[in-house]
């Protein structure tokens, strides 16, 4: 038991090494669907360790970069080979069947992999919480005084119905939290930290027109 709780731990350390901390569910019945999660910052984050680029975060943001080029090159860079490398590792160690005294999978039998939740963020960052906090009451102001999208005919050009777009302006734990929804994609807005302002666009639908 010692020897495989090592072999384990080494395996999870090798995954967190690559892309940190993820998740992966794979479910016990037919057709075994399996998810498969993991976060931008927590890779960037491990890709600085590794060349020695030196950063400073704030919870998950990074509110300093020692080289931007690098930034840029490691997010355009991006394959999806590198996070599947690591799904197939632990489909190959789970993934199996009870077959006597033996434990194993038909090749046969796998699984075909799809995106169907991306989430983009952009963030503006401030020198002062004063001026990140001022600028984010602004727009919260300013978000009244336009009309909520709902209100809306048309939304970046498209025609609204009125049962594929909502907004709501409410608060998530301290934080006042503009959210849009148009069918199964959102855009949010919010006062991160106190030092920056975030912008989080999730993706549900990408063939929406």
Not at 78 to 101: C, E, T, Y
């Amino acid at each position: 038991m010692r020897i495989l709780t090592d072999k384990f731990n080494s395996h999870i350390k090798k995954t967190s090494e690559k892309l940190g901390l993820c998740y992966l569910k794979i479910s016990s019945y037919l057709p075994f669907v399996s998810e498969f999660y993991f976060n931008g910052h927590n890779y960037l984050k491990k890709q600085f360790d590794l060349t020695g680029v030196e950063y400073t975060m704030k919870e998950n943001a990074f509110t300093k970069i020692s080289d931007i080029d690098k930034l840029n090159s490691l997010v355009s860079g991006f394959k999806p080979s590198v996070a599947l490398d690591r799904i197939n590792h632990w489909m190959d160690i789970f993934f199996r069947f009870d077959q006597g005294s033996k434990s194993t999978r038909s090749k046969l039998l796998h699984h075909n992999w799809f995106s169907y939740q991306t989430e983009i963020c952009t963030n503006l960052i401030f020198k002062s919480p004063k001026f990140a906090n001022a600028y984010f009451e602004k727009i919260i102001a300013k978000h009244h005084t336009i009309g909520l999208p709902d209100k809306l005919t048309e939304i970046f050009s498209l025609s609204r119905q009125k049962t594929n777009s909502k907004s709501t302006q409410n608060k998530f734990k301290t934080k006042a939290v503009i959210k849009h929804w148009l069918e199964g994609n959102s855009i949010k807005c919010y006062n991160k930290s106190g030092c920056l302002l975030r912008v989080e666009t999730t993706i549900n639908k990408p063939d929406l027109p």
